[in-house]
């Protein structure tokens, strides 16, 4: 098939910007690898973007509005896009279709501690999860990993379940918006481990402890759960080499979020300079609606 325009990923930039597309007059598709909603899925408070209780939420509205509008989501994950006669093919699993113009938003995923234990336990003590997983870990004492604004938010998701939520952080200062640092701070069940890195997860059939470098000093400290949000690394394999990256893998644009291939933008998570918050996706992907449909005029 072909389109006016292809939205590679349906997190918030993509169905954001596919409901725009759409109901200024183009023919739209969206691919999606996975589960539609991205990133905030499975977050229960959403932070920052009013109007929107939860993930699940926003996304099954935008989707829901995106696919009113006429939006074609295809399930599929992309593997390539190259340039094909003035326009573009995408590329998939099962087949080729045709673009005009393609909105890369295929986000970012969690990075991995990657130390030994962590793949033997994902699902057994170890996960990426807070609002699904918390209730199982009713009493317990869990780690969470990270120093930053995800790792604060859902060490408070844990406090409510959990005995104890040990913050290990590889700082000495939290990089994170004013409020979580005040909540997290305040909360009785909350500590922060500074200048520490968890080095192995260890256990039985489940967790039962993580072995951390302390200050230069090696500790054990007994958890049921570990929880790492250390960082996003973004999901871009699939891009032209010709678009140009940053140190950390992320898509570069010019101040009209295009890439160096005319007629491939990129948007959110993907992108190099994106702030990491949800209404600055949204405002990226109804800009770069725009800026497509005044294109294609
Ligand atoms: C735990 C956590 C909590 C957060 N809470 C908040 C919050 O409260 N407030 C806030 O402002 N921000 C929050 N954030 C940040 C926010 O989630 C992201 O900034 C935002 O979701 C980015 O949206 P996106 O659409 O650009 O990318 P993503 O959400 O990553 O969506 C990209 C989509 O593209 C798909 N995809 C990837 N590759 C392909 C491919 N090759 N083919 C097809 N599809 C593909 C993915 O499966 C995914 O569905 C949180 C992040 C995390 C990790």
């Known amino acids: 098939?072909?389109?006016?325009?292809?939205?590679?990923?349906?997190?918030?930039?993509?169905?954001?910007?596919?409901?725009?597309?759409?109901?200024?007059?183009?023919?739209?598709?969206?691919?999606?690898?996975?589960?539609?909603?991205?990133?905030?899925?499975?977050?229960?408070?959403?932070?920052?973007?009013?109007?929107?209780?939860?993930?699940?939420?926003?996304?099954?509205?935008?989707?829901?509005?995106?696919?009113?509008?006429?939006?074609?989501?295809i399930q599929e994950e992309i593997t390539a896009v190259r340039p094909a006669g003035g326009a573009f093919e995408v590329v998939t699993g099962a087949g080729n279709h045709g673009a005009r113009q393609v909105v890369i938003a295929s986000g970012a995923r969690l990075k991995k501690l990657g130390v030994p234990g962590e793949a033997e336990f994902e699902g057994r003590g170890v996960s990426t999860c807070a609002d699904c997983d918390a209730p199982m870990f009713q009493n317990e004492?869990?780690?969470?990993?990270?120093?930053?604004?995800?790792?604060?938010?859902?060490?408070?998701?844990?406090?409510?379940?959990?005995?104890?939520?040990?913050?290990?952080?590889?700082?000495d200062k939290l990089r994170v918006q004013r409020h979580l640092a005040d909540r997290a701070?305040?909360?009785?069940?909350?500590?922060?481990?500074w200048k520490s890195t968890v080095e192995?997860?260890?256990?039985?059939?489940?967790?039962?402890?993580?072995?951390?470098?302390?200050?230069?000093?090696?500790?054990?400290?007994?958890?049921?759960?570990?929880?790492?949000?250390?960082?996003?690394?973004?999901?871009?394999?699939?891009?032209?080499?010709?678009?140009?990256?940053?140190a950390g893998g992320h898509l570069l644009t010019n101040d009209a979020l295009e890439t160096a291939m005319p007629g491939v933008w990129a948007i959110g998570a993907v992108r190099a300079g994106y702030s990491g918050l949800l209404r600055d996706a949204a405002a990226e992907a109804e800009r770069v609606a725009k800026a497509v449909r005044d294109r294609l005029d």
Do not use: W
Request: some cysteine.
């Open 1 to 73: 098939m072909n389109y006016d325009v292809v939205v590679i990923g349906e997190g918030i930039s993509g169905l954001t910007c596919a409901g725009h597309a759409r109901r200024a007059g183009l023919s739209v598709a969206t691919f999606e690898a996975n589960l539609f909603g991205g990133l905030v899925l499975n977050v229960n408070e959403l932070d920052g973007y009013p109007g929107a209780e939860s993930g699940t939420d926003l996304a099954s509205r935008l989707m829901q509005a995106a696919a009113e509008a006429g939006v074609t989501s």
């Open 141 to 171: 004492d869990v780690v969470v990993v990270g120093g930053g604004d995800s790792a604060m938010q859902e060490a408070l998701v844990l406090a409510n379940f959990c005995r104890s939520v040990r913050v290990v952080h590889r700082g």
């Open 185 to 193: 701070g305040a909360h009785p069940k909350i500590s922060v481990m």
């Open 200 to 246: 192995a997860i260890l256990g039985g059939k489940m967790v039962e402890k993580v072995r951390l470098r302390h200050d230069g000093k090696i500790e054990k400290i007994a958890c049921a759960g570990v929880f790492a949000y250390v960082g996003l690394e973004p999901s871009a394999g699939f891009a032209p080499p010709e678009i140009g990256r940053d």
